[in-house]
């Protein structure tokens, strides 16, 4: 089975959140069309044996890859701690990527931040861009440690991928992912994927936990992003989210049109704010069980999270 929701490119800054929200520096997104849901990123629903650690990703058809993209990332995995420099050349030979695309790829990623030219080497390093990717991840490192077991223990209770994700600027990112050991279906994302908070059930929990002057900062940028016709959209499912959290501790969503969620703030003093949640192709889970059973167990893990991780900031 292969499930596939639309995903902005552009990520929109480089701080990560906890700060005050007047203190943020957010660099204007383009501005994005849609209505209706919230759309989310390119997901694979993987298939794995039960009682398998190893997943087997079903054959991506060629059509839902996008060759730029994946080629400027392969560019990036290119540099090393043993070869912080390299030439169009070096880079060509270590991607199979032709040179001449190379050369419009290093130029782009340039201008964008993600690559520093040496006019006197004539060859390219990472930038500061890049480091900005990793600084939700770094931030909260001690917390993933406390909630992996954790994590992982309600994934195989409840059969669901369960994710721990992190604000950056107006994006989301994936900290920690667990699998359940027996489920056959589980979604194919990687500690580091991030997306929009506007398209992602966790970026709609972590807004709802938010106090309202900083949500209602965060929201005024987020529009920014959007045509009309999907602000007025956004500001009924952050109203949604705000609601159920207020009312249970978690909220329940969809992402896109075939997977499901159920998830919940996890805000700790002196840290960024994060979100958890439990997610599964919404064709195996209902929202009656993520409301009954799986959305009373965030909660509990998140106030297991939170005493835990108070004993790191207190």
């Given at each position: ?88 050349q070096e880079i060509a030979a270590r991607t199979g990527i032709p040179k001449p695309t190379v050369t419009r790829l290093t130029q782009t ?206």
């Open positions: 089975m292969l499930l596939t929701v639309k995903h902005s490119n552009r990520h929109a800054g480089g701080l990560t959140g906890g700060a005050p929200a007047g203190k943020d520096r957010i660099r204007k997104p383009q501005r994005l069309r849609g209505g209706g849901q919230p759309q989310g990123p390119g997901i694979r629903v993987v298939v794995r044996a039960p009682n398998s650690i190893a997943a087997r990703a079903v054959p991506i058809e060629d059509g839902n890859i996008i060759a730029p993209i994946e080629r400027g990332l392969a560019i990036l995995a290119a540099f090393g701690p043993a070869d912080p420099w390299l030439g169009n990623l340039t201008e964008e931040g993600f690559l520093h030219h040496s006019p006197g080497l004539r060859k390219y390093r990472l930038a500061a861009a890049v480091l900005a990717l990793g600084y939700v991840t770094m931030d909260n490192s001690d917390i993933a440690a406390i909630a992996r077991p954790l994590m992982q223990k309600l994934a195989d209770e409840c059969g669901m991928f369960v994710s721990l994700a992190g604000r950056d600027s107006l994006d989301i990112s994936l900290v920690e992912n667990c699998h359940s050991a027996t489920a056959v279906m589980t979604l194919g994302l990687n500690p580091g994927a991030r997306f929009p908070i506007a398209s992602s059930p966790f970026g709609l929990a972590l807004l709802s936990g938010l106090p309202d002057a900083e949500r209602s900062y965060l929201l005024d940028h987020i529009r920014l992003r959007y045509e009309q016709e999907y602000r007025i959209s956004l500001r009924s499912h952050v109203a949604d989210a705000v609601t159920q959290v207020t009312q249970k501790g978690y909220c329940v969503s969809d992402w896109g049109s075939e997977i499901i969620v159920a998830a919940a703030p996890l805000n700790i003093p002196e840290r960024p704010p994060m979100a958890i949640g439990c997610a599964g192709p919404a064709k195996f889970v209902t929202r009656e069980k993520l409301r009954e059973q799986i959305g009373p167990k965030l909660t509990e893990l998140v106030a297991t999270l939170q005493a835990h991780a108070s004993l790191l900031t207190g």
